[in-house]
């Protein structure tokens, strides 16, 4: 149910960012919120959840308006810092 949601929240966020003069960004935020309060589920459906909005990220990046693209990189690191902190790597030793 939830990756069904992820997907056509996507595919709302999308339409959105299809004007390049006026983009709206709020269903790319809700995406964020949407991944953050689900990152804590069982793996298996993280990783579906991902898949597809890491793609849905990548494609707003790369989006002509500036503003658009540096606000889905924003997204993209802030649910890098809070992987991180979760507290299941927290022991794990990063490559130096």
Avoid: Y
Avoid at 7 to 14: F, G, I, M, W
Avoid at 71 to 85: G, N, P, Y
Wanted: aromatic letters at 8%; proline letters at 3%; hydrophobic letters at 45%.
């Amino acid at each position: 149910a939830i990756e069904h949601f992820v997907r056509e929240l996507c595919q709302v966020s999308k339409e959105e960012l299809e004007p390049e003069l006026e983009p709206r960004v709020f269903s790319l935020s809700r995406l964020l919120d949407v991944a953050d309060t689900n990152m804590d589920r069982v793996r298996l459906v993280w990783s579906k959840i991902w898949r597809v909005l890491s793609e849905h990220f990548t494609m707003a990046a790369m989006h002509p308006n500036t503003g658009v693209s540096l606000h889905a990189l924003d997204a993209l690191r802030q649910l890098a810092m809070r992987f991180l902190d979760k507290v299941e790597i927290s022991g794990f030793h990063f490559q130096r």
